[in-house]
């Protein structure tokens, strides 16, 4: 602001009378002026209506020139009609895991988001009932100080298909699969994808492939992005500007074909989720 004062301080003397800026901004209103960050400001919940999603994938058995979802499963991911994840359980019993809560996020019968828990029993090999059935699951956590040493699955009443996996290590699902929640909108900020060298998996290329589909609409996936990746490359981040539309009850998913030999890789992609 600018103030008006003697330049010698002294009013009795002959001091000329001259305007004077002056600092008078604080913490707070040098905070206030700084660039608006919106990618710290939506996971830090300062924007009604708007949250961050961050999904990561790994699949560590991806077979030469055959295409699979980068999930824990390395399998072909299937997506049910209705709400068959129904129940959890561990493949081996783990005593020190007896008893844990695992945390479930997914949607339930009506495509809402839900996020639930339930308690391994003991052994944990026995199949525990969800509290509300889901037609999509696409993240687990273990919510206890132990590390697990066999899969924990989300599966169907007859554990006869899985779909969700917590790998032995991990205490979370690795999946780059995702599906919009009923009354809200993905804005997707980007994907990545990469692959892990060894002796063995080493291939000339892998293709990596993202895919939605719009199940409002009973429609099929469709092919939106593809990348791939030459042997010894590096991984890639595809950054979209603008950022890409997934309406509600759109399933995401990344696939990965290797060429040349089998294949470990890793995906996942950023969305901004708003609500309509």
């Known amino acids: 602001m600018i103030v008006k ?13 001259k305007e004077v800026t002056v600092n008078l901004i604080g913490t707070k209103a040098l905070l206030d002026m700084m660039p608006f960050d ?4 939506i996971p830090a919940g ?12 790994s699949n560590d058995e991806i077979v030469d020139e055959t295409k699979e979802e980068v999930w824990d499963g390395s399998a072909t991911y299937v997506f049910p009609a209705t709400a068959l994840m129904t129940s959890i359980s561990q493949t081996a019993d783990q005593e020190a895991m007896r008893g844990a809560t695992i945390e479930l996020q997914g949607l339930d019968a009506n495509w809402d988001a839900v996020t639930q828990t339930a308690v391994l029993g003991n052994p ?5 009932t969800l509290t509300t059935p889901m037609i999509r699951c696409f993240r687990m956590k273990v919510l206890a100080n132990v590390v697990s040493d066999s899969p924990i699955r989300c599966h169907n009443a007859g554990e006869t298909q899985d779909y ?3 790998g032995i290590g991990n205490n979370q699902t690795l999946m780059a699969v995702y599906t919009v929640p009923n009354g809200k909108t993905a804005y997707m900020t980007s994907y990545y994808g990469d692959y892990v060298r060894d002796s063995v ?3 000339d290329s892998v293709l990596f492939q993202l ?3 719009d199940r409002d609409n009973s429609y099929a996936f469709q092919l939106k992005h593809e990348k791939g990746i030459p042997k010894q490359a590096p991984g890639f981040q595809h950054k979209f500007k603008p950022y890409y539309k997934a309406t509600q009850k759109t399933d995401i998913i990344i696939t ?12 996942g992609f950023d969305i901004i989720l708003r609500d309509n």
């Open 5 to 17: 004062g003697y330049v010698d301080g002294d009013a009795s003397k002959n001091s000329e009378l």
């Open 124 to 128: 944990t090999t026995t199949v525990v």
């Open 201 to 203: 998996k080493d291939p």
């Open 211 to 213: 895919w939605f589909a």
């Open 46 to 57: 300062n924007i009604t209506g708007e949250s961050a999603i961050n999904k990561f994938g």
């Open 38 to 41: 919106k990618m710290l400001e």
């Open 256 to 267: 990965a074909t290797p060429d040349g030999a089998d294949a470990h890789v890793h995906a």
């Open 164 to 166: 969700a996996i917590i």
